[in-house]
């Protein structure tokens, strides 16, 4: 047996685990790397459910309260939520509700919902029936290249808002959002 034969096959085997090492450790990383960012979405998603039950409770707590109450409270969005909005029987949001973001349109009725965008085929939304009827302005991601897009990016990704809910009438809320720059 030729020792040089012998020499380069003991070389090829070690490069061959060195290489199968490297592909381990690479996809291992990988791996690692896509949980950890879909942790961070999770936990960023249930910072929004927590705010939109803080609007819940605060709707409902000024609709029990008398006409002319008001509380003022400030939310910051990340760019996942498509909408946070009122319906009037607890369905998805208007196909355009980027737009209606952009230009701070309301809508009214009895049910708070939400909706993020990766559930957005119209099917994955959340509503609670409120004890009054609320008119709402329209809450979440603009349209990319808006004006509030770009106020988002220099905030760092996030779209913040100062809400007033105020009672108007016996058996109405209004909350009104206004986009503020952090």
Not at 49 to 68: F, H, L, Q, S, W
């Amino acid at each position: 047996m030729n020792p040089m034969n012998k020499r380069s096959g003991i070389t090829m085997s070690v490069w061959v685990w060195i290489i199968l090492g490297i592909l381990m450790a690479a996809f291992v990383f990988a791996s690692a790397q896509q949980n950890i960012m879909m942790l961070i979405t999770q936990l960023n998603n249930q910072q929004v459910v927590e705010k939109y039950n803080m609007i819940c409770r605060t709707a409902d707590e000024i609709c029990a309260m008398p006409k002319g109450s008001k509380e003022t409270k400030q939310i910051s969005l990340n760019k996942d939520v498509y909408a946070i909005y009122i319906s009037e029987k607890g369905g998805p949001p208007v196909d355009s509700a980027p737009h209606y973001i952009e230009n701070q349109n309301t809508t009214s009725g009895y049910y708070l919902c939400y909706q993020f965008q990766v559930e957005h085929d119209y099917d994955k939304y959340t509503c609670k029936k409120t004890g009054c009827n609320v008119t709402m302005t329209y809450m979440g991601a603009p349209p990319r290249g808006s004006k509030l897009e770009r106020i988002a990016r220099l905030s760092g990704d996030s779209f913040n808002y100062k809400l007033s809910i105020i009672k108007t009438a016996k058996d109405n809320v209004l909350i009104d959002a206004v986009p503020v720059l952090k």
